[in-house]
């Protein structure tokens, strides 16, 4: 009676553009002191009836596709961390625990943080998310989205060794994919 419970099906069903998320409380003065708390900080959104559709169907009946996107997800990390020991044995790979992203550690690299960025954005036409921006001990990481399908991702792949790898001073030939 003296607790929350707050949920959305954003992550692990893949809606978030849907914007919705669960509050749970059995009591009743709890319950009033949240809402006006949203009301309070401007967060009262308003529901979305696509939303409420969403998270309903994805709760009752998509306990088998989420099932199959870990699978699929805990796929594309470890074919990640492989091609990464593979070419790039200075960066490491942490083990994913529960999100859809792999963490690089370039500082092994000994390449300054500009030089990396220009060449993940400019010569392979990447879009990461640099630790820096999720706060401290993310310096010199960036985050891979591994929520695509394995074509994307091999793509992404290919084009960001091809960008890296000869900065190490080794030679990277794409047909070793």
């Not at 553009?17 to 900080?41: C, M, Q, W, Y």
């Not at 470890?78 to 994913?96: G, S």
């Not at 993940?120 to 640099?130: F, G, S």
Request: hydrophobic share 45%; aromatic share 10%; net charge negative.
């Amino acid at each position: 009676m003296n607790s929350y419970c707050l949920m959305s099906p954003s992550k692990p069903f893949n809606l978030t553009g849907l914007k919705h998320s669960i509050v749970i409380t059995p009591n009743p003065a709890l319950r009033e002191d949240f809402r006006r708390g949203l009301v309070g900080a401007n967060l009262m959104y308003g529901g979305s009836a696509l939303g409420y559709a969403a998270a309903e169907a994805a709760f009752r009946d998509c306990d088998d596709w989420s099932e199959a996107l870990m699978l699929h997800i805990a796929s594309n990390h470890a074919y990640v961390a492989d091609l990464i020991r593979a070419f790039l044995p200075e960066v490491t790979v942490p083990t994913a625990e529960a999100a859809y992203f792999a963490w690089l550690d370039l500082s092994n690299l000994n390449t300054p943080k500009s030089l990396y960025e220009a060449l993940i954005e400019k010569q392979a036409k990447l879009i990461v998310t640099y630790g820096e921006f999720m706060g401290p001990g993310g310096e010199n990481h960036i985050r891979i989205n591994l929520g695509t399908s394995r074509s994307v991702l091999e793509s992404g792949m290919r084009r960001l060794l091809a960008a890296l790898v000869p900065h190490t001073g080794r030679a990277f030939d794409e047909g070793a994919l």
